[in-house]
């Protein structure tokens, strides 16, 4: 996957669209949940995991030097709204990665995370998509709502499908990783569960595998990045963030305006990839007109380096 180029044209195009039609951006989840009772609920068949082979992120003549970008999230709980920000923000985070020259050649994978031991769909993931498909794919994510209600989701399940799921030719041909954002509040269960792989991945594994054993492995191929937003149920939280903090280090990003999500994976790809440093990349966000420059510069002062 990965053809063709993003347009902020074709993206408004369809928004006038829904806005005259009436029809919601994430159309698959209205339906599904107003119309089908819960035990019917599915994953959209562009985001289903189960059967999954690899999600790939290739080179092209379109896209030479490909990077693979990665953002899940949690849809459970007071994490629904996160996708809908991120979806009216898309052209932002294209225009920082492109016009500002952060990465010449994005290649960007939705996917949604849930709870595997109570949720109908506790894992989505679309294709890495260097187009508008990536709208249509975000689109198409059954916002659940669910959860089990003990501070802990399936991220080590997500995390499992992208470390053993994914091929990715910036790594594989120039031996650069990837970047994977997890948009959460909760903390991952202690170990991927072989029978939440069977389950939802229908696939088998002998043995469970430990949280930190399968981040070992996925860090292999992607730099991988935890957010807590503001105004979620356990933002802030001591117990979630001194977890996440000890798996990910500084690679732990508390942000205090959900609002600021797309600018600040934005300016971490283009710190990550040495294309600008967080004065640099402030000052970008001024030059668009976005008001997220205080919240980024607060949620990336480790990286002022």
Same mark, same amino acid.
């Given at each position: 996957m990965g053809s063709g180029n993003w347009s902020t044209d074709v993206y408004a195009a369809a928004a006038r669209y829904r806005a005259a039609s009436g029809t919601d951006a994430f159309a698959y989840s209205d339906?599904?949940?107003?119309? &089908?009772?819960?035990? %019917? @609920?599915?994953?959209?068949?562009?985001? %289903?995991?189960f059967g999954l082979t690899t999600r790939e992120s290739r080179d092209s003549e379109e896209h030479p030097t490909s990077l693979a970008i990665s953002v899940l999230f949690? +849809?459970?709980?007071?994490?629904?709204?996160?996708?809908?920000?991120?979806?009216? !923000?898309?052209?932002?985070?294209?225009?920082?990665?492109?016009?500002?020259?952060?990465?010449?050649?994005?290649?960007?994978?939705?996917? &949604?995370v849930g709870d595997a031991t109570c949720d109908r769909v506790p894992l989505q993931l679309g294709q890495f998509e260097s187009d508008n498909r990536m709208d249509d794919h975000l689109g198409n994510i059954l916002l659940e709502g669910g959860g089990g209600g003990q501070m802990t989701e399936s991220y080590e399940l997500a995390l499992y499908a992208m470390a053993r799921h994914?091929?990715?030719?910036?790594?594989? !041909?120039?031996?650069?990783?990837?970047?994977?954002?997890?948009?959460?509040?909760?903390?991952?269960?202690? !170990?991927?569960?072989?029978?939440?792989?069977? &389950?939802?991945?229908?696939?088998?594994?002998?043995?469970?595998?430990? +949280?930190? %054993?399968?981040?070992?492995?996925?860090? =292999?191929?992607?730099?991988?990045?935890?957010?807590?937003?503001?105004?979620?149920?356990y933002a802030g939280n001591p117990e979630v963030?001194?977890? @996440?903090?000890?798996?990910?280090?500084?690679?732990?990003?508390?942000?205090? %305006?959900?609002d600021a999500v797309c600018e600040t994976i934005a300016l971490t790809v283009g710190l990550g990839e040495e294309a600008i440093d967080l004065a640099t990349g402030l000052a970008d966000l001024a030059d668009i007109g976005s008001p997220a420059a205080p919240s980024v510069a607060r949620a990336? =002062?480790?990286y002022d380096r």
């Amino acid at each position: 996957m990965g053809s063709g180029n993003w347009s902020t044209d074709v993206y408004a195009a369809a928004a006038r669209y829904r806005a005259a039609s009436g029809t919601d951006a994430f159309a698959y989840s209205d339906r599904v949940t107003t119309s &089908a009772p819960r035990s %019917d @609920w599915r994953a959209h068949q562009t985001l %289903d995991p189960f059967g999954l082979t690899t999600r790939e992120s290739r080179d092209s003549e379109e896209h030479p030097t490909s990077l693979a970008i990665s953002v899940l999230f949690d +849809v459970t709980g007071s994490m629904g709204g996160v996708p809908r920000t991120l979806q009216t !923000k898309l052209p932002d985070l294209f225009g920082l990665l492109l016009r500002k020259g952060y990465t010449e050649h994005p290649q960007i994978l939705f996917g &949604a995370v849930g709870d595997a031991t109570c949720d109908r769909v506790p894992l989505q993931l679309g294709q890495f998509e260097s187009d508008n498909r990536m709208d249509d794919h975000l689109g198409n994510i059954l916002l659940e709502g669910g959860g089990g209600g003990q501070m802990t989701e399936s991220y080590e399940l997500a995390l499992y499908a992208m470390a053993r799921h994914t091929a990715l030719d910036c790594y594989e !041909k120039r031996g650069r990783r990837g970047y994977l954002f997890l948009i959460g509040d909760e903390m991952p269960y202690g !170990k991927v569960k072989a029978r939440e792989i069977r &389950a939802v991945l229908g696939e088998s594994v002998s043995q469970d595998i430990p +949280v930190q %054993d399968i981040l070992a492995e996925l860090r =292999r191929t992607f730099h991988v990045f935890y957010i807590l937003p503001a105004g979620t149920s356990y933002a802030g939280n001591p117990e979630v963030l001194s977890l @996440w903090r000890a798996l990910l280090g500084q690679n732990v990003i508390e942000l205090d %305006d959900l609002d600021a999500v797309c600018e600040t994976i934005a300016l971490t790809v283009g710190l990550g990839e040495e294309a600008i440093d967080l004065a640099t990349g402030l000052a970008d966000l001024a030059d668009i007109g976005s008001p997220a420059a205080p919240s980024v510069a607060r949620a990336l =002062r480790a990286y002022d380096r």
